[in-house]
């Protein structure tokens, strides 16, 4: 009798959902949040989504600062010395500039090494290519690696010409008019610089809409907004920064 | 319709079929040649039929898993000419002749993923989603005998959301069509079928939490929202169900 209740219970208990192996409910014994997100694919993804909208903030302001540049030398670098000053007297001269280079180079490191080791993992989850290739995705989609590292590479460029003056033909310190006059005449700079922005508006085509949706963006309207959004965004910048070196080349900005 | 009345409906294509002995062999693609194929048969009974043939030739005849035939098992999962499941939108299984021409070359592949080792031929190990839904994808309950319907009331949208994620077959067409190889369409139907019912609520942050943990340490990519998964899924998984899970994902991230 007792062995057939311990048969009735044995079988009813297989009949039951087995235990979870992986996610004991009770006691919480999984790392902290930081570690969590870091740990997964889809915290490293959000660290790129936060990370990309703060530089793309940051694009938006620079590439509006920019367009001073259509309004003649005293203007440009009377803007850039603003710059210098804002926030004081809480802030000491150029406080305010170096607290945002702070943020944005977190915010570059994070979205580089993310997106380098999930890439890494990517590449390796599908390690046999088929033979039947056909092509895949948009164009802005299949160029968001080799376009992150041609943009990583014109930051060097960019911070070397423009804000230290290094390889820039002028290189004045608290002149950047003259120094963007000078360096956009040289046809190399041109090239470099088009490249660069046109990698820069492909990126945040599909990057804007992709952080959308890592961030858990469901809602149809919303989709869509943000879907636009990017379209749009990618379309500002990249005109936006064009402007300057076409406007030095037709001799519009001299 | 006598085939009288329609000459030309048999069809003559050229294969080129994924051949691999078994996991640690190599493989490669071999060329077949298969007549009297009608437009009215499915690829997988187009494929039983090269197999007679290579049966009554002597050869191995090629290893492709199928269960159902109805399109509702996921068993029968294959790449035909680069696209999960071939030029449909429906399972290999439904997919029907008619949707090629006499004459046409066509490539078909296994699934291919790292975390979907080729067992043999066209045949891949897919245990690992499996695995994943033992991570989480199940209520923590006794079953039995079912439950009085209107016991827990379920809202009509939180009903239809779960309905459409419950389409999931488990097929791994998503895995497949992924550049990344990512199981993220596959794993947000499972997570968001349950996360959106009150029955699935009382697991509900254990279980995202669990089940990306266990779709990691599987190997698979992860999502560049290509949109890839959702192109190729034979139910119509929706792509905003990665974003929904991402959602679930960080919330309970956060709520620990």
Redesign the interface.
Same mark, same amino acid.
């Given at each position: 009798m007792v062995r057939a209740v311990r048969t009735v219970l044995t079988m009813a208990t297989a009949t039951r959902t087995p235990a979870p192996q992986r996610t004991p409910p009770g006691p919480p014994r999984r790392p902290g949040l930081v570690r969590t997100l870091w740990g997964s694919t889809l915290g490293k993804k959000a660290v790129m989504a936060v990370s990309g909208l703060i530089m793309l903030a940051y694009l938006v302001a620079h590439m509006l600062g920019n367009l001073k540049v259509f309004f003649g030398p005293e203007e440009m670098n009377g803007y850039a010395h603003w710059l210098r000053t804002l926030g004081e007297p809480v802030l000491h001269y150029a406080w305010f500039l170096w607290l945002v280079r702070v943020v944005l180079l977190a915010a570059v490191v994070l979205h580089g090494v993310s997106a380098y080791q999930l890439s890494r993992r990517d590449i390796a989850a599908r390690p046999v290519t088929y033979q039947h290739r056909r092509p895949r995705a948009s164009y802005a989609t299949r160029t968001m690696r080799w376009g992150g590292i041609i943009l990583a590479l014109f930051l060097v460029w960019h911070i070397l010409d423009l804000t230290t003056g290094t390889v820039n033909p002028r290189g004045q310190a608290g002149h950047p008019y003259e120094n963007i006059v000078a360096g956009f005449r040289n046809w190399y700079a041109d090239v470099i610089y088009i490249v660069a922005v046109l990698a820069v508006g492909l990126h945040i085509r599909h990057g804007f809409w992709s952080a959308a949706q890592t961030l858990g963006v469901t809602r149809p309207g919303a989709a869509r907004l943000f879907k636009g959004g990017a379209d749009v965004l990618a379309l500002a910048i990249t005109v936006g920064f064009l402007s300057v070196p076409v406007g030095v080349m037709t001799g519009l900005v001299d | 319709m006598s085939d009288e009345r329609r000459p030309n409906r048999h069809m003559r294509l050229t294969l080129?079929i994924?051949r691999q002995p078994d996991a640690s062999a190599d493989g490669g693609?071999r060329t077949y040649e298969v007549e009297d194929i009608s437009p009215d048969m499915s690829f997988l009974e187009m494929l039983d039929t090269l197999n007679e043939t290579l049966i009554e030739r002597g050869e191995e005849p090629v290893a492709f898993d199928h269960d159902c035939r109805e399109g509702i098992c996921g068993a029968c999962g294959m790449?035909i000419?680069?696209?999960a499941h071939g030029p449909e939108r429906t399972t290999t299984c439904q997919l029907h002749m008619r949707h090629f021409s006499d004459g046409d070359t066509i490539?078909v592949?296994p699934w291919?993923?790292?975390?979907f080792p080729v067992v043999r031929d066209l045949v891949v190990d897919r245990s690992a989603l499996d695995r994943v839904i *033992?991570?989480?994808g199940?209520?923590?309950?006794? +079953?039995?005998s079912a439950p009085e319907a209107h016991a827990t009331a379920v809202p009509k949208p939180a009903a239809d959301a779960a309905f459409t994620h419950a389409e999931c077959i488990g097929c791994g067409a998503c895995v497949a069509a992924?550049?990344?190889?990512?199981a993220m369409l596959f794993t947000s139907a499972k997570v968001n079928h349950l996360n959106v019912l009150p029955q699935g609520a009382p697991?509900r942050e254990?279980?995202v939490?669990?089940m990306?943990?266990?779709?990691?340490a599987e190997?698979?990519? *992860?999502? +560049?929202?290509? *949109?890839?998964c959702a192109t190729a899924c034979p139910k119509g998984i929706p792509?905003?169900s990665?974003?929904?899970?991402?959602?679930?994902?960080?919330?309970a991230?956060?709520k620990?």
């Open positions: - | 080129r994924w693609m790449v000419n680069g696209q490539d592949e291919r993923a790292a975390a *033992g991570a989480g199940y209520i923590t309950a006794p +079953t039995g992924c550049p990344n190889g990512s697991e254990s279980r939490l669990g990306v943990e266990q779709m990691d190997g698979f990519g *992860g999502c +560049t929202l290509t *949109g890839e792509m905003p990665i974003a929904a899970m991402n959602r679930e994902y960080l919330r991230a956060a620990r």
